[in-house]
């Protein structure tokens, strides 16, 4: 039974210089406390790994061996995908943005190659040109990107290129991308597909804000919040209801938010409930991976809620069962070719759609250890093997397993989603912190000892122990020499929130 989130105020205020030098300081002198620990653990590891070698998984009968180009190497959702594919017996080639070249992905013992690129942000010419070149020297079959929030649509922008030289690219066309990242497009696509979604207004400017229809939407008793449309670090957990009663007040906060032409904002209505989020591939609207967790702000702790329907089932069911109805109505009437993810906020029993992340999200760490998470994100689209959702592979005997025979009807059985068995997964820097945080010691060992540490993994120690002992400590170095204050991190995505 996994143990109820912390919801936990945002920490949004910039440190002053003590609680800068303290949280840099404090963090890695803890790492440095714990690393003789984890090298022994990390020797002993090894040891195990040399006396008792880990059986090479075959490939699928008739499936040939392919080159995958795996990105975002320093967030654990990245080293999933690596890991996953080269146990199932394929060849591993990790890229990452030449700021991350201390990423722990790197050092899995499950990369075969390893290049750097080039950063997107400044020149997306010179960043496609840079995973051409990888990919024809390499001569990669399949692109799997598992990029942060940023640079989502620079890889679409790099599909047709990639292309051309015939590698697979899960990732979505940048025009297709760019409407499922924009929270404007992605309310306008689901109310053109006839979803239900929470009233949504763009706005660009603060006049715009001010002659919504305020007081009328206050007679109804409704509540909005103010959502920037891109990525916007210093407002993404802004909390403020509007209307407020004071509008000149009201006007004169809404103009530190800085809405532009191009810097829009939505006016969304506020719905008041437990929010979940969803993550999948789905392959020609087919949706092939499916694993939905109840939500938060910084999400730090995935327990898979499993979809059921009937009298038996729980609420948290029932709503992970229309989670699962909406996204595989939207993949297909979409005929979506990539990852996907959504967030969705209950209302009276109901879900509500509030946001898509086209790009793979970190709940993908509760399939980790599933023996088709490789088969349903590389397969062609004519494969005949598919799984039910308890994992078991079933199959036909009419083609073969990479995908050259017929679809029989048992395609309805995808998507694959982690075992009920499944134990949560956390990232031990948060539960450390949270522990000292909340005086709470009794939740680190309930979940040291019955949830599995994402980072971590028996057959390919090094990534755990560098993450957390080389990686982090670097960039808090940094932080500490530059000056540059920050008010959380994310260990599972590489992610620092600046100041």
């Known amino acids: 039974m996994p143990l109820p989130l912390r919801r936990k105020p945002p920490i949004t205020t910039p440190p002053g210089l003590f609680l800068h030098l303290l949280k840099n300081l404090g963090f890695i002198s803890a790492s440095l406390i714990f690393l003789p620990f984890s090298l022994t653990v990390l020797f002993w590891a090894t040891l195990f790994n040399w006396v008792f070698p ?22 654990t959702k990245g080293l999933v995908h690596m890991r996953a594919f080269a146990r199932a017996g394929h060849r591993v080639i990790a890229v990452e943005e ?13 990369v075969a190659a390893y290049h750097a690129l080039t950063d997107p942000l400044k020149s997306q010419d010179t960043y496609t040109n840079r995973l051409v070149e990888i990919a024809r020297r390499e001569k990669v079959d399949v692109f799997v ?42 309310m306008g696509l689901c109310r053109d597909l006839g979803l239900e979604v929470p009233e949504t207004v763009l706005v660009r400017s603060v006049e715009d804000v001010m002659n919504f229809a305020w007081e009328k939407k206050r007679a109804e008793g409704k509540r909005f919040l103010l959502k920037c449309v891109g990525v916007d670090d210093r407002t993404r957990n802004d ?15 809404v103009k530190t938010l800085g809405i532009t032409d191009e810097n829009p904002y939505i006016i969304q209505e506020f719905v008041k409930g437990t929010e979940y989020c969803c993550q999948s591939v789905a392959i020609d609207g087919v949706v092939r991976t499916f694993s939905c967790c109840e939500s938060s702000d910084l999400l730090m702790n995935y327990a898979h809620i499993t979809p059921a329907s ?37 209302r009276d029993g109901r879900v509500l759609p509030i946001e ?14 599933h023996p088709g998470y490789a088969h349903a994100y590389l397969a062609s ?18 083609g073969n397993g990479n995908g050259h025979g017929k679809v029989l009807s048992a395609r309805h059985l995808w998507p694959i989603q982690p075992s009920p068995a499944e134990p949560p997964t956390y990232w031990i820097p948060h539960e450390i912190f949270d522990a000292i945080r909340y005086l709470d010691p009794l939740t680190l060992v309930y979940r040291l000892m019955l949830e599995r540490e994402a980072q971590w993994d028996w057959r390919d120690p090094v990534p755990g122990v560098w993450l957390y002992h080389v990686y982090w400590p670097s960039v808090l170095l940094g932080s500490l020499l530059s000056g540059q ?15």
């Open 239 to 253: 909390m403020t209801l509007f209307p407020w009663g004071d509008l000149e007040g009201m006007r004169g906060y």
């Open 54 to 75: 880990e059986e090479k998984r075959r490939l699928r009968a008739g499936e040939r061996r392919l080159t995958v180009m795996v990105s975002g190497g320093r967030a």
């Open 310 to 346: 009937g009298p038996s089932a729980s609420n948290a069911r029932h709503i992970a069962k229309q989670c699962l109805n909406f996204t595989t109505e939207f993949c297909k009437k979409m005929n979506i070719t990539g990852q996907i993810s959504f967030d969705f906020v209950e």
């Open 145 to 186: 990107p598992a990029s942060g929030v940023a640079t989502t649509l620079c890889d679409g922008h790099a599909k047709p290129a990639l292309e051309k030289l015939g590698v697979r690219v899960l990732q979505f066309d940048a025009d297709l991308g760019y409407k499922l990242d924009k929270k404007d497009e992605f």
């Open 98 to 110: 030449p700021s991350q070249y201390l990423n722990a992905a790197r050092f899995s013992k499950y």
């Open 356 to 369: 898509c992340n086209p790009r793979t999200h970190t709940a993908n760490t509760l399939l980790a250890n």
């Open 381 to 398: 689209p004519l494969a005949n093997a598919t799984y039910g959702s308890e994992g078991k592979a079933r199959s036909n005997s009419n």
């Open 485 to 499: 204050r920050w008010t959380r991190i994310n260990a599972s995505t590489g992610k620092v929130f600046w100041c």
